[in-house]
């Protein structure tokens, strides 16, 4: 069997969008969108050397990518993330949408800009270091995207933690 | 059938919009069908691989079609079909636990899907009867009459596996259909 579900990561020449693209390149069919062509191209080729048989594309419309997806990931600051929502909003009904930010930046906005998707909160406190890892803490109100986005999140060694089941 | 306002905006909630590249897959065997996929636009098959790995076709669906597999849809057993997009497809695909939902609150769509089922079933059983009762040929004329725009969007081969018949066979009705124009 060669079907992977898609993500689409938007945002994903950030730390926190590089380290998850890097993660779990092996278990998923990954749309990259940011807004640095040069930048996702370099991530893209440095994933294809780490994981040669990793199903990559780069996408500048995050529209597109959210559409094309089964789970939408946003690593945005507040201001980008309502943008997002309104461009994305009819193409991410009923999606899972795991919204990541630090614990300094996270906010919950993501939500109530996108009401019908189930949209999960992740915070990331400390490192992304793989040699002292940092813990992950994980909210949301729908049971399937909270299991989905803690799946995920212990692909990438970080130290995950479920504040917040429904 | 008519949807009031209200009514369409609480139907669009429980849709997931999808987008499916040419070749991708949908559904694949043993694995369980989790959405009944309306097709807005592009090409779906759907078809299942003998232990020889011959592919035979069990139906395609185009723009305002349904496609899955209903049984393992319904009843979360695995499938023993594939679906694959013959075209880049966009989709609108509903969960078993949506489609329920959709149809208590919603129950103008329990109307729609009823006469759905029904148009299936009747298609299925004229499928079941070209099949039996009538040649190789018979078969073809029928079901590009019924459905003019499968040549144009659907390799030959996959049509002959859809009608049961090898893509030589079709090839030499076709060029006996072009001999009597």
């Given at each position: 069997m060669d079907f992977k579900d898609t993500v689409a990561i938007?945002?994903?020449?950030?730390r926190l969008g590089t380290l998850i693209a890097k993660a779990i390149s092996k278990k998923f069919r990954l749309l990259l969108m940011d807004e640095q062509l040069q930048q996702l191209t370099e991530l893209a080729n440095e994933i294809a050397v780490i994981n040669s048989t990793a199903a990559i594309e780069i996408i500048q419309c995050c529209k597109d990518a959210s559409w094309e997806a089964d789970i939408i990931i946003v690593v945005a600051d507040d201001a980008t993330q309502a943008a997002i929502a309104g461009k994305i909003k009819e193409v991410a009904t009923c999606k899972i949408v795991i919204n990541i930010g630090t614990s300094a930046n996270c906010s919950k906005a993501l939500q109530l800009l996108l009401p019908h998707s189930k949209v999960v909160t992740i915070s990331v406190d400390g490192n992304?270091?793989?040699?002292e890892p940092g813990t992950v803490s994980i909210e949301g109100l729908d049971e399937t995207a909270i299991t989905t986005a803690y799946k995920l999140m212990l692909l990438t060694g970080l130290n995950v933690v479920v504040k917040n089941v429904a | 059938m008519v949807l009031t306002a209200d009514e369409q905006g609480l139907i669009k909630t429980y849709f997931i919009p999808k987008k499916l590249r040419k070749k991708q897959y949908l559904l694949q065997e043993?694995?369980?069908?989790k959405y009944f996929v309306f097709v807005e636009n592009g090409l779906l098959r759907s078809y299942n691989v003998d232990e020889k790995g011959n592919e035979h076709m069990i139906q395609f669906a185009w723009e305002g079609w349904w496609m899955g597999d209903i049984y393992s849809f319904l009843s979360a057993d695995i499938s023993a079909y594939n679906i694959d997009a013959l075209e880049d497809a966009e989709l609108l695909m509903i969960t078993l636990s949506g489609f329920e939902e959709m149809m208590l609150k919603v129950p103008v769509m329990e109307r729609y899907f009823r006469i759905l089922f029904q148009n299936n079933i009747i298609s299925k059983e004229r499928r079941l009867i070209n099949s039996i009762s009538y040649s190789a040929e018979e078969k073809y004329t029928r079901l590009i009459a019924s459905n003019p725009q499968l040549i144009q969007r659907i390799p030959q081969n996959l049509i002959a596996s859809y009608l049961g018949i090898t893509p030589e066979t079709l090839s030499r009705i076709r060029k006996n259909l072009l001999n009597k124009k």
């Open positions: 938007l945002g994903a020449n950030s992304t270091d793989e040699k | 043993g694995d369980v069908c």
